[in-house]
């Protein structure tokens, strides 16, 4: 079945930097667009950043555009999220999530995607 297991979130310091990273299985990888969305604490699940298939075009949420880069490697099933200046209302648990099969165009909304990890906590001190 298909897996998506997130690693890379800890606690850091505002200003800081993480990447996160998101390894799949049980798909070929290459064929789905994928996204990478949080959770605050009593807050709904928001769109972070978005890639389609070759990595070409992304997307990404108003709040972290410039600070936020997402990445993809076919080659290892994973898709990255570079964070860097961190503030403390970034802190969230971080969800990757992928679209349906074949489907080349970035997501930005949670019900265009259907597989989702656990997520990892992120949590900024300030």
């Known amino acids: 079945q298909v897996q998506l297991v997130e690693s890379g979130g800890e606690l850091v310091q505002a200003g800081g930097s993480l990447r996160l990273s998101c390894t799949a299985s049980?798909?070929?990888?290459?064929?789905?667009?994928m996204g990478w969305f949080r959770q605050a604490p009593g807050k709904g699940r928001d769109f972070v950043a978005g890639i389609n298939l070759s990595g070409q075009n992304t997307a990404y949420a108003d709040s972290v555009k410039g600070r936020f880069t997402i990445s993809r490697d076919n080659a290892k099933n994973t898709v990255y999220l570079q964070m860097n200046s961190l503030k403390a209302e970034d802190t969230a648990v971080y969800s990757c999530a992928a679209r349906s099969r074949y489907i080349d165009e970035v997501g930005t909304r949670r019900e265009q995607y259907v597989y989702w990890g656990q997520g990892t906590q992120v949590t900024v001190a300030s």
């Open positions: 049980g798909l070929t990888f290459s064929n789905y667009a």
